[in-house]
């Protein structure tokens, strides 16, 4: 065993028995560096990433390999899910450097911790005009040995050049309409009508995009956005890339017509497009979002769930194909003689032809992923629920996919506003009670005395990495949903203890942008500064949504003013790189419509059932970014709900926006029509 067997990181644990001497990211690690006068090979990776076990097999498994790391190098081994900082500062450096980036990423560095030589995954064997592994430590340990000086030329320049780079993001600026119609007019030219989504392969799911052109719809009644996030949802839900026997969706499709996944499931996606489907259904009405959004809800609780309370990180790609082999998808796919070795012929055909199984197999090795194809049968829905049932027992008795079973705060944050969203939305207290429990859990495990977040916990103990931004940003966002869900203000009280630390500790108080690494963090050789979203919102949109809603509950000008500060980012990049600002678009929307308002008041003691509908049309409201608050007259737990008296005893609703209110109203559908007009 190495120096990880007493870490607590599940990525981290599966490395632990390489003859790899590893380090943790740490300050001994570098100080060893310096007195062995070694450079540092930074390999990072995460538990569920194919190419990581891959490259661990081939290379950090092979003791000829080990033995020349240990002689040459210190090599430090860091969880990307652990440390999103110290992933983004070299992840910044090699995609510079080299154009692209991926996990494992590997990279070379001096003990000053500065980056000389960069690179992703490298195999065992010189392929595809790639180095072997063996090769490129051959190379780096003659360029350490006999080019120092230029070595550290290198590091230097490479570390002035980031320096350098500088974000504009025109915090004096907000968003209007015109820069989010740009935005929407970009989206439109790079849709893929055929097939839905965005681009070409490999195809991830938009889930950010998609929440706003929900929102735009609901603000403009743009068709064309509502459109393009129907049929976008509808081809990924009928896809290879969601679980058609059991809900959840695989990280993204490799091929554009979302058949083949990369077979990962991760917290984080599941969680957004819970959200999203949740939000097409209180949109449209639609069946299929209504099936999705529960499916996966259920996913998440049943799957991800721990014993803590919280949601785990991920499932692997890979698993037992039960001869002892770890194959990617082998959990999920089937072939037409499985299906009816375990259906029968009769059904097993039929299971076939319902999930697109097929002779030749659209994945390896005539194995099919099971889809629902776009045909004209007409299926018997109890005879297709039973071949689902058989088909799940079946599938039950193969081995299961790994678990990476450490709880991340931000990922949290976003699965608890999906399924309290969820929950209340479906009527479903079960799910409102899950986002209750993964709230407690943070509380309880992730949040010191002073109201600082750590970012990870496994098996109820704390992680030793502090939160970045994303954590909270996306956590004050679970929050301020639960509040709005559960009528109970402690929740809208610790977010605005989270955002606190925002505008104190992540905010640049010239300019309002903000870091993704706290003031007082640990520095690295370059504070880590990201406004992009790309599998998850970036800690920088995540931040200014949750600023915009607290702002809009609390009536608090810092907050907002700190938000409309933060949006500036989405006037710059809004209208050039729609894709991947998908969240601060969405809280660009929100900011244009107000957000409105919604107080909730009915008589003192348990609800009733007249208060109770009130506040569920509040909920079901389209309004993009609408904040809810619901109490008995003279309540202390929301401020919205301050000097809202009853109307002729009656529960009522005040709709508020920019300083002026509509008059209160006791009629559900009343309200319906203020929060879903335009």
Not at 213 to 238: F, I, P, V, Y
Not at 542 to 548: D, F, M, V
């Amino acid at each position: 065993m190495n120096r990880l067997a007493h870490e607590t990181s599940p990525y981290l644990l599966q490395h632990a028995d390489n003859p790899v001497d590893w380090w943790p990211w740490s300050a001994e690690a570098f100080e060893e560096a310096r007195k062995a006068n070694k450079p540092v090979l930074l390999s990072v990776g995460y538990s569920s990433c194919h190419w990581c076990h891959v490259m661990a097999h081939e290379s950090f498994e092979d003791q000829a390999t080990a033995d020349y790391l240990n002689e040459h190098f210190v090599s430090v081994k860091v969880d990307r899910e652990e440390r999103p900082d110290v992933d983004a500062v070299y992840m910044e450096a090699v995609q510079a450097a080299t154009g692209q980036g991926g996990w494992p990423m590997t990279v070379f560095l001096t003990p000053d911790a500065e980056p000389f030589y960069f690179g992703t995954y490298f195999p065992p064997a010189p392929r595809h005009g790639m180095p072997s592994f063996r090769q490129v430590l051959e190379g780096v340990r003659q360029a350490w040995d006999t080019r120092r000086d230029e070595v550290g030329e290198v590091a230097g320049k490479i570390v002035r050049d980031l320096a350098q780079r500088e974000i504009s993001h025109q915090g004096d600026r907000v968003p209007g309409d015109e820069e989010l119609a740009q935005a929407l007019l970009g989206l439109t030219r790079e849709y893929d009508p055929q097939r839905g989504g965005f681009g070409g392969a490999p195809k991830f799911p938009p889930s950010m995009v998609l929440e706003f052109l929900l929102r735009h719809h609901a603000r403009t009644g743009s068709e064309g956005a509502l459109q393009m996030a129907q049929d976008t949802c509808e081809r990924m839900a009928r896809g290879g890339i969601y679980d058609q026997l059991a809900g959840g969706f695989a990280r993204y499709s490799v091929d554009r017509d979302w058949v083949v996944p990369h077979f990962e499931k991760m917290l984080y996606d599941n969680a957004l497009l819970c959200r999203v489907y949740a939000h097409l259904w209180r949109a449209t009405g639609s069946d299929l979002a209504r099936r999705v959004a529960l499916e996966t809800a259920d996913f998440l609780v049943r799957e991800l769930g721990t014993t803590e309370g919280g949601f785990a990180s991920a499932l692997d790609a890979d698993s037992d194909d039960g001869s002892g082999r770890h194959v990617e998808g082998a959990y999920y796919v089937w072939t037409p003689e499985q299906l009816r070795a375990t259906l029968g012929d009769a059904d097993g055909d039929l299971a076939a032809q319902y999930f697109g199984v097929t002779d030749e197999g659209t994945f390896e090795h005539g194995q099919s992923v099971l889809q629902l194809p776009q045909n004209n049968s007409v299926f018997d829905a109890k005879k297709i629920e039973s071949i689902r049932t058989g088909l799940l027992a079946k599938r039950a008795e193969r081995p299961a996919p790994g678990r990476d079973d450490k709880v991340v705060a931000a990922w949290n944050g976003l699965a608890i506003a999906a399924l309290a969203e969820t929950g209340a939305y479906f009527e479903r207290p079960d799910l409102i009670e899950a986002a209750v429990g993964a709230a407690d859990l943070l509380v309880r495990v992730h949040l010191d005395e002073h109201a600082r977040l750590a970012r990870t916990s496994k098996d109820g103990r704390i992680g030793p990495n502090a939160g970045v931004l994303e954590d909270y940003g996306d956590v004050a966002e679970g929050f301020l949903a639960l509040a709005s869900v559960t009528g109970e203000g402690v929740w809208l009280d610790f977010a605005g203890l989270l955002l606190d630390h925002v505008l104190a500790r992540f905010t640049d108080p010239e300019t309002g942008a903000l870091y993704d690494t706290a003031a007082d963090a640990e520095r690295l050789i370059r504070r880590p500064q990201d406004p992009t979203d790309n599998a998850t919102p970036s800690g920088w949109t995540a931040a200014a949504g949750a600023l915009l809603s607290y702002a809009a509950h609390t009536g608090s000008e810092p907050h907002r003013t700190a938000a409309e500060r933060a949006l500036g980012v989405v006037t710059t990049l809004g209208p050039r790189v729609p894709r991947f600002i998908g969240w601060g678009l969405a809280v660009a929307e929100a900011l244009l419509d107000g957000p409105k308002e919604v107080a909730v008041v009915g008589p003192a003691g348990p609800p009733d059932q007249r208060t109770n509908a009130l506040h569920r049309t509040a909920l079901l409201g389209t309004a993009p970014g609408a904040v809810v608050a619901v109490g008995a007259v003279e309540s202390d737990e929301f401020p919205l709900l301050a000097g809202r008296p009853l109307v002729a005893g009656q529960p009522a609703v005040y709709v508020c926006r920019d300083f002026t209110c509509d008059a209160p109203t006791t009629d559900p559908e009343r309200l319906r029509a203020v929060l879903n007009g335009r």
